[in-house]
């Protein structure tokens, strides 16, 4: 299949695997690449440039595909070390950065003059117009379904991605909700180039989290997720464990005068404890709608293999069946 998501970042297939954090480390994003599609190195799960350095050259001993890393711009006070991060990305040879988070503007010069290609996650039509007038080379537009940060607006992408289709010049994928070769043929009918997934990827036998988390995703159904951190306008799609029922009763209890501190417990350093180490209530982690979508735990190769003769069989016989004359 070419879109001009193939085409920007020379891949064989229009499938993405967004960063993730404690689960894109170099293995899972090596497996997605060596299968065709475009891998990505969660760049601040590792705590510093130089751990990001050494994890860029893991992956590419395990692939000499094109792979990208995920940069999160954060709402806080204290920074990481982000020039330093964009160094070890440019020094490593990565072609192919996914920024999230807040506006990449500052980031976008010195990445590009390195001759990166930026792909800019938004939840929102507004910031993906900011992302194209800013120079992105592409966005990956996340509706209300997806797993992690959903923004504000809360439109699910049957709206999300026709009104992005409507107005955006650059080339995007769908985000959020993306599970298999119907979501992906879906995506395309709606205006997209491909498709970007994380809670799909989690449940693969290469993804390198703790086994507990797979069968978690795997025995989850679509309403098995929460919205936490509303009030905060920090919104998380998070599965539900008695961790994030105890955050929501803090929230249900505080309303307005619920503060960050007050949720620290249940949201803060849970990443290594649930994907490392498998302690499924020690806190709220990200996970989509699309849990309910998801029955099985293959090899990447597998899940992207059987995604790509889906499209096709869809595409060439039920769709094509249907105009037929
Ligand atoms: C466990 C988990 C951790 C995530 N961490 C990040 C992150 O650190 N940075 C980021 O930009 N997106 C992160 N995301 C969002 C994904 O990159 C992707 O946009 C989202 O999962 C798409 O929705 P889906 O889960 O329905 O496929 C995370 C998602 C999950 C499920």
Redesign the pocket.
Known sequence: MKTRITDLFGIEHPII????????FAELAAAVSNAGGLG?I?G??QKTPELLANEIRRCRAMTDKPFGV?L?FLPVLKAPDYPGYVRAIVDGGVRIV????NNPQKWLPGLHEAGVKVIH?CTSVRHSLKAEAIGCDAV?V??F?????PGEDDIPNFILLPRAAEVLKIPFVA?????DGRSLVAALALGADGM???????ATKEAPVHEKVKQAIVAASELDTRLVMRSLRNTE?VLNNTAVERLLEKERALGANLKFEDIIEEVAGV?PKI?LDGDMDAGA??????AGLIHDVPTVQELIDRIMHEADTLIRGRLAGMVAI
């Open positions: 695997q967004g960063g993730m954090h404690f689960v894109g990505i969660t601040l799960t995920n999160t996914e920024t999230a988070g996650k990956s996340d509706g379904e997806c797993g992690g940060h985000s959020g909700g993306m599970a970007n997934m994380g809670t799909r990827f989690i799609r990443y994907m982690w990200s996970c989509g709608m699309v």
